[in-house]
């Protein structure tokens, strides 16, 4: 638990759904959100995947696209899959013209689904994470780019 003068943190738990689902689902929060994704032939959740507006520490304004999988679905093509529906809709629907996605050069998962998308390296948008402190092995993030 972390508190801060008005706010208490905590992990999330299932009596957090609701409440995560409604900011999710409301079209004031961009018109766009994260989705989860299911299996369709079993069911089994896959993971979380959409758009979000970078991050206020990122050193420019954009159109994030993340995703985050459960282990046990790693490595059979499910990121790439959800991801690359996620843009098509932003391109054609939402008529956003560029994606960002962001993470660290050790993230070598995420760095080959950027590319399995088609998305590019933008390497002079490199910067350090202000929130980590110098030296973190994490405090380095590499941006990625797809226009439209």
Do not use: C, K
């Amino acid at each position: 638990m972390i508190e801060t003068q008005r706010l208490s943190l905590r992990p999330i738990v299932v009596d957090d759904l609701d409440a995560i689902a409604a900011v999710d689902a409301d079209a004031r929060e961009h018109a766009f959100g994260r989705h989860i994704a299911r299996r369709r032939d079993t069911g089994a959740f896959v993971g979380i995947v959409g758009l979000s507006p970078t991050e206020e520490n990122a050193p420019f304004p954009g159109t994030e696209i993340a995703w985050r999988l459960a282990f046990d679905q790693w490595g059979h093509g499910f990121a790439t899959e959800a991801a690359g529906a996620i843009i098509r809709d932003a391109f054609g629907r939402l008529d956003i013209e560029e994606i960002l996605a962001i993470t660290t050069p050790a993230n070598a998962r995420s760095l080959a689904v950027m590319t399995r998308l088609g998305m590019t390296h933008d390497e002079a948008a490199t910067f350090e994470h202000p929130a980590l402190p110098a030296g973190h092995a994490l405090r380095t993030h590499v941006v990625y780019r797809m226009r439209r």
